[in-house]
Every structure is written in structure tokens, then in C-alpha cells.
């Protein structure tokens, strides 16, 4: 008997996904490698520097020797600013018994399912969504029933028909992404009162991944949790990534109810014990301290949105609306599909990598296409790319979709 087939590795193991945002990526290298000017419009990473006062107290944390293991549920003090800050967006009254930190934002996904749901239990996500939430809903057995978006006046709102058609008495969770990735959607005051309300008829647990609260350019960003009733149902997923340019850090946090919280907390003791101690640290002074790095990050963000913005709108075949939230943009592309002839996604992303150096993911990396969608869509992040770049970028992109 030899051992070394796929047969030999467990079952849940066919089960799992992962981000193919990662193989564009690595495509894109390599053409890059070839000598290639690539513009990259793929990946969710960040070109920008973490705030240098999160810098200084992460090193002072590792000469003042906090190095060793820390509590499993993350330091108190950082646990209590991050219950105190999303107390006060939110309106309410977390503290750090609410509160359990992990590496990444990443990581609650995965613990707020295990922690909830029984294999055969149904779960709504949203599709095109964050493609983690499949993954790791189908891995522990669970059943992934998709919901869409679709297309509003000003941006993409939820399919309410699409969630009402998915939930089934075997329904027990909700994946709730508000401030969207990919299609930069965010709910109105009605749209949240509406899930609310669906939420509490079919007795659902939500996660809000609000991974992209703090990127925003106009407005306040709203929370499902914050309405009557939400707070005992909803975790949210907090992360440090974004807000912070922390991505590679590996910092976020699972906010919630202390019947589900303690339950991640005891995961984090059997997966990772805790997260990293210095680097929380550097994460208390980006909480606590100067904000100024944060706004600058923004300030930066914001700049890079108008210019993709101006320029998608402008490419021959393509419309884009202008989100106020996260750093993705997921234009309409089907009119430049019919123009340029492309029957799939790949003809076209292919296509504009080799003749244009454009890179970015489609609807497809995002989720299987749901029965019954015409429309083609591919997502920009313009979160690792320059002004300058995107302007050289998408002009090339115009002038090639316009030939
Ligand atoms: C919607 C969404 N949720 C969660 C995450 C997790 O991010 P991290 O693990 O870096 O906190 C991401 C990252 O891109 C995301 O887009």
C-alpha cells in the first residue's frame, strides 16, 4: 500500500475553497516577470504604509519584551478599546467580555461558523461575495445558499427576492457583508430594516462582516447590529487591516455576544492560542493614538476612487457607479464584452492583461454565477495601485476597448 493520493486525505478536504483572487495575482507576476508593465487592480492588499505610531508601539512592545503568549482572548486593554470604539460607531454598550481578538479578520469567518452551525444547517452568504464564506460554510458540512445584488440608481442594492427564495426552515445563519466586497454595495436605513426584519422572522444568527467600516469618503457607515433586537444575534467581524494598512499584521477581532464570543475565544486556545502580543499593542496606539495616519490613508483612497471612477466611466462599453465605501469598484463590462466579441471572463481579462497590462478579478472569483445573470461585471481595488498608475492604466484600458 503507498500513501500519497487525494483519496487518502479526509473527505472535507474536496470541500475546500479558497481566494482565486491569489491566481490572478500570481499571473499577473508572471507576465510582469516577462517584462510586462502590469497595472494591478486585482488583489485587496494595500501599497501604503502602516502609520508610524502603530510602527513605534509595536517595536517598543517587542524591546519591552511582550513576546511571550498573551491571553487567549487578546491583551484587556486592547479588547477594551476595541469594545469602546465599536460601542460608540454602533451605539452600543460592547466591553471586553464582547470582545475576542484573532489574527486577521479572516479567521472569524471560519470560528463564527464552527461555533453556530451543525453540519446540514443552512447559511445565506452573499455571492458575488468575499469567497471565504463558501468556503469555510461547505468545509464544516454546512449547506451555502447564495443571494445576490443587483443593480440600484446609485450603486448595487441587496436582491431581497433572491434572500426570501434561499431561506428554508433549515436556515440558521446569515452572511452579512455590508460596505460590500466586491460590489462596493452598502444598505440603506430601510434596506437594514429590512434584514432586520427578515433576520428575526426566520430567527437567524448574523455575521457583519464589516471588514470595510472605516473605509468610507462620505457619510457614516450603518450597522445591522445596531438595530433593536440585532445586537444578541450579530458578531462582527473587526479588523485592523484596512483602516490601518495593517494587512500583513494580521490583526482583527470577533465582536459579539458573550454566549458566542467565549466559544471563538476557546477555538482561539486550540487553533492559535493567541495573536500575536506585540502586534497588538502597535493595534491599541492605532486605536487609542494620533489619527492622522488613518485619515491620511483615506485622504489617499479617496483620490485613487475619484480617478478609477472618472476613467471606468469613460472606457468605451463600461459603466461604474461611484461607492462611498471600501476599495473596490465593480463595473458593468458587458457592453465592452459585446464590442471586443469575449464570450467568458477569461477571453476578456486575458485579453486586457496582454494587450493592455491591466489586471483585475471578475464576477467569477467572487462566486459560481447565479442562474439566470446576464450582465457581466469585473472588480477594480484600487487600494494597491497609485493615481498615476490608475490614470496610465485605464487610459491604455480606454484606448484598447475603444480600437
Ligand atoms: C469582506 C472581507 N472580509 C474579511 C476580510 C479579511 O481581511 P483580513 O483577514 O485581512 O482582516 C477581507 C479581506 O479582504 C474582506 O474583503
Known amino acids: 500500500m503507498t500513501f500519497g493520493r487525494t483519496a487518502d486525505l479526509a473527505d472535507r478536504v474536496q470541500r475546500l475553497g479558497t481566494e482565486t483572487a491569489f491566481a490572478v495575482s500570481a499571473e499577473a507576476a508572471v507576465w510582469r516577470e516577462q517584462g510586462h508593465t502590469v497595472y494591478p487592480f486585482h488583489l485587496g492588499d494595500m501599497d501604503l504604509a502602516t502609520p508610524p505610531n502603530i510602527v513605534g508601539a509595536a517595536l517598543k512592545a517587542i524591546h519591552d519584551g511582550k513576546t511571550g503568549y498573551c491571553p487567549n482572548a487578546g491583551i484587556l486593554p486592547l479588547r477594551e478599546a476595541l469594545a469602546a470604539d465599536v460601542g460608540a460607531s454602533h451605539g452600543l454598550p460592547y466591553g471586553a467580555e464582547n470582545v475576542a481578538v484573532q489574527p486577521g479578520g479572516k479567521p472569524v469567518i471560519g470560528k463564527f461558523v464552527l461555533a453556530l452551525m451543525n453540519p446540514g444547517d443552512e447559511v445565506l452568504y452573499p455571492n458575488p461575495g468575499y469567497p471565504i464564506y463558501e468556503s469555510q460554510i461547505e468545509f464544516h458540512g454546512g449547506v451555502a445558499r447564495p443571494y445576490g445584488y443587483v443593480e440600484g440608481t446609485d450603486n448595487f442594492e441587496l436582491d431581497f427576492d433572491a434572500l426570501e427564495a434561499q431561506v428554508t426552515p433549515r436556515t440558521k445563519l446569515l452572511v452579512f457583508n455590508n460596505l460590500q466586497n466586491p460590489t462596493g454595495a452598502e444598505s440603506s436605513p430601510e434596506e437594514l430594516e429590512r434584514v432586520a426584519e427578515f433576520v428575526l422572522k426566520h430567527d437567524l444568527v448574523v455575521l457583519c462582516d464589516e471588514a470595510y467600516w472605516d473605509i468610507r469618503y462620505l457619510g457614516a457607515s450603518r450597522s445591522l447590529a ?134 483585475f478579478c471578475t464576477r467569477l472569483h467572487f462566486g459560481r454565477a447565479l442562474p439566470g445573470e446576464h450582465e457581466f461585471y469585473i472588480r477594480f481595488a484600487y487600494s494597491g495601485i497609485s493615481v498615476d498608475l490608475i490614470r496610465e492604466g485605464l487610459g491604455k484600458l480606454k484606448a484598447w476597448a475603444g480600437a
Open 226 to 359: 445596531s438595530l433593536p433586537g440585532m445586537d444578541e444575534r450579530c458578531v462582527i467581524l473587526y479588523t485592523f487591516s484596512k483602516k490601518f494598512a495593517m494587512t500583513g499584521w494580521r490583526l482583527g477581532a470577533a465582536i459579539g455576544p458573550t454566549l458566542i464570543i467565549d466559544v471563538i475565544a476557546m477555538l482561539n486556545v486550540n487553533d492559535e492560542s493567541c495573536s500575536n502580543h506585540f502586534v497588538q499593542w502597535g493595534a491599541l496606539e492605532g486605536l487609542t493614538g494620533d489619527q492622522s495616519g488613518p485619515r491620511a490613508i483615506i485622504a489617499e483612497l479617496r483620490r485613487r476612487r475619484d480617478a478609477a471612477v472618472e476613467l471606468l466611466n469613460q472606457v468605451p462599453g463600461v459603466t461604474c457607479f461611484n461607492p462611498e465605501s471600501t476599495f473596490y469598484l465593480f463595473p458593468n463590462v458587458t457592453g465592452l464584452m459585446e464590442r471586443k466579441g469575449f464570450a467568458t471572463y477569461d477571453d476578456l481579462r486575458r485579453a486586457a492583461l496582454e494587450e493592455t497590462g491591466v489586471s
